[in-house]
């Protein structure tokens, strides 16, 4: 297999992040990480991730940092706009990991099943 780097975003003690680098590993995947919390949400990706997926997905509504948020702020996400100020804002609320594939695609979330077809 010739040997793709993936670029993987989201935050180190997540348990999701871990599994996901976990996996990509035991495939042989080289994975250059990006640490939201100590290098921030990249703009310019940012806004190609929305473009690509679109911002419903990227906005975590299950996670901690979205049910802490008060009630206005959550009813203020309501358009791309507003969901990436608020992912600019405070990168915990992105639903991780996001991973930018070699052939350009991007996906959010974990799926052992998707990946490894993405990969096949």
């Given at each position: 297999m010739t040997q793709r780097t993936v670029t993987l975003y989201g935050i180190p003690n997540c348990?999701?992040?871990?599994?996901?680098?976990?996996w990509?590993?035991?495939?042989?995947?080289?994975?250059?990480?990006?640490?939201?919390?100590?290098?921030?949400?990249?703009?310019d990706h940012l806004s190609a991730w929305v473009a690509a997926v679109g911002w419903t997905p990227l906005v975590n509504?299950?996670?901690t940092t979205?049910?802490?948020?008060?009630?206005?702020?959550q009813?203020?996400?309501?358009?791309?706009?507003?969901?990436?100020?608020?992912?600019?804002?405070?990168?915990?609320?992105?639903k991780r990991p996001v991973v930018e594939w070699p052939?350009?695609?991007?996906?959010?979330?974990?799926?052992a099943s998707d990946w490894d077809a993405r990969l096949g």
């Open positions: 348990d999701t992040v871990k599994k996901a680098r976990t990509l590993a035991e495939q042989g995947v080289a994975v250059q990480f990006h640490d939201f919390k100590k290098q921030g949400v990249p703009a509504r299950q996670g979205w049910r802490k948020l008060d009630p206005a702020a009813a203020a996400v309501t358009d791309a706009a507003s969901a990436m100020a608020l992912m600019r804002e405070q990168a915990s609320v992105i052939d350009g695609a991007v996906t959010v979330g974990f799926s």
